[in-house]
Structure formats: C-alpha cells, structure tokens
C-alpha cells in the first residue's frame, strides 16, 4: 500500500534534565509488523528529521522487548504504554511519543523512575530473611493466595498507573497506587507477613496511601492487569486497622 | 518512625465528610421537606431544630466545625489533583474529577446559604420559618442558584459515600464497589428529590 510506505513519529524531545522540550517530526519507510521501538531504532540508524535536516539519535530506554521490565514505558499518542508492545499497525498516524509526564527526564523519551524505588523502600516491598545461619523451609502458602498473589507479583514498576493518576504530581507527596499493591503482595506471603505492620506504617507516613482519591484509572492502564484498586482498598482497610492498633494496642515494647 | 499525620487528617477528612456532615445534610433535607407538607408543619420542624437543648453548642461541633475543616482540607485536596479526563476519560475518573467541581460549587453554596440564613436570624435580621425561605426563593435567580447547590451537594455526598466505602476498606472487590456505585447513584436521586421538591415548594407553593 502506497500510503503505508511512510510511517510519520512527533516526538517530544529534550536534550538534558534542565533544558526545554521540542518537537521534532520524524518519517521512516514502513515495514510489516512493526512497534515503536522499531520505529526508533530506524531514526537512531538514520537520524535525519521530516525536513531533511541532520540531528541527534532519539534516546529511549528498553530492556526486556517483551513487555516484562518496564524500562520502555513513553506516552504514545496520549496514553503512557510500552513502546516494545505498541504496534505500530495499530496506532493512528502521526504517531505522537512523549516522555511520561510524571517522573523527571533525563533525556527525550527516558525518564528517572527512581521514585517508585523510594516508594518501595517506603513500604519495604521486600521480605527480611538473611541470617547468620540456615532459617529452615518457611511456612506454606495456601494455593488460592498464592494465585492472586501472583498476579500481584507481575508488577514491573513501569510507572504507567502513576502517570495515569491525577494525584501523582508534583504538587501532591502521593506514593502512587504501585507501590501499594506490591506491600499487599508482600504482607500476603507468609514470611512476609511477620513483618506486615512495618510495611502498613510505611504507607501511612506522610507521602503514603492516604493521597489516594480513588479515580482508579490505575487499574484501567496497568499493561500487567494487577487489580491495584483492590489492592488500595485492601490496604486502606488494613491500615485503619494498623492505626487503631498503634494507638489503642498493646503489640509494641512500650 | 516518620510522620503519620497526613494519614490522620485524611482519614479524618473522610470520616467527617459523613459522620456527621452528611447524616446532618440528609436530616437536614428531610426536616426541611416537612415545608411540603404545609407552612405549618414546616415551621412546627424547624422550631423543634431550633429548640433543642445546647443548640449553639450541637451546631458548632456537629455541624460548623467538621464542615469547617473538611472545607479547608478539601479546597487543598482540590488543587493538588490534576486531572486528566480528556486522556483517560473512565467513568470513575470523571466522578473524581466531578467531586473535585461540586466541593468547590457546594463550598460556594454553602456559604452564601449559611450568610443568608443562620447568620442572617442570628443578628436578629431574620426568623427562621417559612416566610424567610419562601422570600428567598420566590427570585427566580435564587431559585436556579439553589437547585444548582442542592444537586451539587447531594451528589458531592452521594459520590463521596461511594468514596468513603473504599477510604475505609469496606468495599474491596471489584463486584462491591460496583454495586455500591448503583447503591449511591440511588442515594443520589433519593436525596435530591427530597431538595427539590422541597425547593419548588417554597417558590411555587405547589
Ligand atoms: C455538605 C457538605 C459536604 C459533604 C456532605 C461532604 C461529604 C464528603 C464525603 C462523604 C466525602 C468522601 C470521603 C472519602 O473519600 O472517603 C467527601 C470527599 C471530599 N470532599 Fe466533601 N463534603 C462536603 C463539603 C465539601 C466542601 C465544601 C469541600 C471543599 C471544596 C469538599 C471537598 C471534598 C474533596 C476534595 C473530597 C475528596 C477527598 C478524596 O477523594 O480524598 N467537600 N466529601
Ligand atoms: S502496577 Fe502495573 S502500571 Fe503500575 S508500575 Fe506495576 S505494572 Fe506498571
Ligand atoms: S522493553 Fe521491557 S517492557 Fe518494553
């Protein structure tokens, strides 16, 4: 097809973290089947823009090419995405790339997600089990659990839920509907569980779960499906009830 | 540990938004739709409200200071969202974006009805009866100004019930919220016919 020859990218570009956003326009020859990352890769080959005129490769993170890390993840033709799982079929023409909105750029289309790490150091997304000596088989999981536990886990910290959220900004401390889910994930496993108050008064800090105002359009964008409503819902009622323990209780030394 | 007061007064702010801001509002709309009924069972309701023992005292911690500091948290809350509809326009976006809108509406709403009303009878320039709201309600303008902040309200409660569900880890799953949603669009119309009609009362007299 003739019109298909051409394939035409508008791209937010920034050459650094300080300096101003451009547009540059971009037309590479069509091929079948291609994604966006193709795309790209096809301007980094030859990086001369629509007008014909010599500029810089366009810069882009990837790892995977297989939606699994995340790294990849742009606003393509005003949604937040990954760019190895856009094809380039699919999509309407010009094809708008632009860097997610919510994390700093450093550089065109690659963003520092660094504050999702924070926020999972917030909620300690991880389980403590180093020791000096061998601590024996864990205790067992139900198999029920384990399953939605899973799809839990399936989380690639691409930060597509907080760029879709109206409360991640840079206006707001909100911890982002991510990180919250993944300290479900780790309070449901039964190691992790030993630890599961620490990771609720993580939440509550300042910064933590209370920012979230429940326009749910994380759990509509989240290219791994994780019901990250449920998981926020859950996590409310599980730090209300934390609250209450940490006034009223008598679970800590003092 | 790091702080945890944000934690609180969001809860709080939750908390307050229906125990006690929007039971008052509903009894409110219901005493008030006694006008439907005849000036004089109107005027018998209200002066029961307003004869309650410790009545300054019941206004100001049930109903001025918890609407005083949801207000205030709430206006914040506002201006630190940016809302998105036009890139992810889901239906639950959109009521977020909404409750944002109808705080801000019922604020403004609320303050001109409270100026014209309580503060009005409290300098002694009013009485509280049918004649007062019957005045007011007579003007056209003011007729519209308080269907908007009526139905701005209601939904403002109605939605922030369905909020509140979730703020407090009572619906979870996808099933309850959505059930819920049909509960409080329910709630919604229920309670803003009570305005309504109560509305079209004192300025139609039918
Ligand atoms: C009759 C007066 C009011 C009633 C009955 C009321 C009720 C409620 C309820 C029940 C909620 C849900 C809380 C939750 O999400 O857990 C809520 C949320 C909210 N209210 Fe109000 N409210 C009133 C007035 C106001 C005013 C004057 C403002 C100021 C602009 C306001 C701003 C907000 C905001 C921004 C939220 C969303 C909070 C969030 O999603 O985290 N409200 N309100
Ligand atoms: S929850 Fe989903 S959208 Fe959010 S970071 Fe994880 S994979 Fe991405
Ligand atoms: S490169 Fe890993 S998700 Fe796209």
């Given at each position: 097809?003739?019109?298909?020859?051409?394939?035409?990218?508008?791209?937010?570009?920034?050459?650094?973290?300080?300096?101003?956003?451009?547009?540059?326009?971009?037309?590479?020859?069509?091929?079948?089947?291609?994604?966006?990352?193709?795309?790209?890769?096809?301007?980094?080959?030859?990086?001369?823009?629509?007008?014909?005129?010599?500029?810089?490769?366009?810069?882009?993170?990837?790892?995977?090419?297989?939606?699994?890390?995340?790294?990849?993840?742009?606003?393509?033709?005003?949604?937040?995405?990954?760019?190895?799982?856009?094809?380039?079929?699919?999509?309407?023409?010009?094809?708008?790339?632009?860097?997610?909105?919510?994390?700093?750029?450093?550089?065109?289309?690659?963003v520092d997600r660094e504050r999702m790490f924070d926020a999972l150091k917030q909620v300690k997304a991880w389980i403590p089990i180093d020791g000096t000596h061998d601590l024996g088989p864990g205790p067992r999981m139900p198999e029920n659990k384990r399953q939605w536990a899973y799809e839990l886990s399936k989380c690639m910290t691409c930060g597509v839920c907080l760029e879709a959220c109206p409360n991640v900004n840079d206006k707001s401390n909100f911890i982002g509907p991510a990180a919250i889910s993944q300290a479900r994930l780790f309070n449901a496993h039964p190691t992790g569980e030993m630890n599961a108050s620490d990771r609720l008064n993580g939440l509550m800090e300042d910064g933590g779960i209370d920012g979230c105002?429940?326009?749910?359009?994380?759990?509509?964008?989240?290219?791994?499906?994780i019901p990250l409503t449920t998981s926020i819902a859950a996590m409310n009622r599980a730090t209300n009830i934390q609250a209450f323990k940490n006034f009223f209780g008598s679970d800590s030394a003092l | 540990m790091a702080e945890q007061r944000e934690f609180f007064y969001r809860r709080l702010h939750s908390f307050l938004g229906v125990v006690p801001i929007g039971i008052f509002l509903v009894q409110h709309l219901?005493?008030?739709?006694f006008a439907v009924y005849g000036e004089e069972s109107f005027n018998q309701a209200a002066g029961f409200m307003g004869g309650l023992p410790f009545v300054l005292l019941l206004e100001i911690?049930?109903?001025?200071?918890?609407?005083?500091?949801?207000?205030?948290?709430?206006?914040?809350?506002?201006?630190?969202?940016?809302?998105?509809?036009?890139?992810?326009?889901?239906?639950?976006?959109?009521?977020?974006?909404?409750?944002?809108?109808?705080?801000?509406?019922?604020?403004?709403?609320?303050?001109?009805?409270?100026?014209?009303?309580?503060?009005?009878?409290?300098?002694?320039?009013?009485?509280?009866?049918?004649?007062?709201?019957?005045?007011?309600?007579?003007?056209?303008?003011?007729?519209?100004?308080?269907?908007?902040?009526?139905?701005?309200?209601?939904?403002?409660?109605?939605?922030?019930?369905?909020?509140f569900l979730v703020t407090w880890g009572i619906t979870q799953s996808p099933k309850s919220q959505r059930i819920s949603t049909y509960a409080c669009i329910v709630v919604f119309f229920a309670v803003s016919y009570l305005g309504i009609r109560t509305l079209i009362r004192f300025a139609y007299g039918v």
């Open positions: 097809m003739a019109e298909q020859s051409k394939v035409t990218f508008i791209i937010t570009r920034q050459d650094g973290p300080e300096s101003a956003p451009y547009e540059e326009t971009f037309e590479i020859p069509y091929r079948q089947n291609m994604n966006v990352i193709s795309g790209l890769m096809e301007i980094r080959q030859n990086p001369v823009n629509a007008k014909g005129e010599k500029t810089t490769p366009v810069m882009w993170d990837m790892n995977c090419l297989e939606e699994v890390c995340g790294a990849c993840s742009m606003v393509i033709n005003g949604t937040a995405r990954q760019s190895c799982a856009a094809l380039v079929d699919q999509l309407e023409q010009p094809i708008r790339l632009e860097p997610m909105s919510t994390f700093p750029v450093v550089r065109d289309l690659i105002g429940n326009s749910q359009n994380c759990v509509q964008v989240c290219p791994k499906g | 219901i005493v008030n739709h911690f049930v109903i001025y200071l918890p609407i005083l500091f949801h207000a205030i948290l709430g206006v914040y809350i506002v201006f630190t969202a940016r809302n998105n509809v036009s890139r992810y326009g889901f239906f639950r976006n959109w009521m977020f974006k909404i409750q944002r809108i109808t705080g801000i509406i019922t604020l403004i709403f609320i303050v001109w009805h409270v100026f014209e009303t309580r503060v009005q009878i409290g300098l002694g320039n009013a009485e509280a009866n049918y004649t007062l709201m019957e005045g007011i309600l007579t003007n056209p303008f003011m007729f519209w100004f308080y269907v908007i902040g009526v139905i701005s309200t209601v939904f403002h409660f109605a939605n922030g019930l369905w909020s």
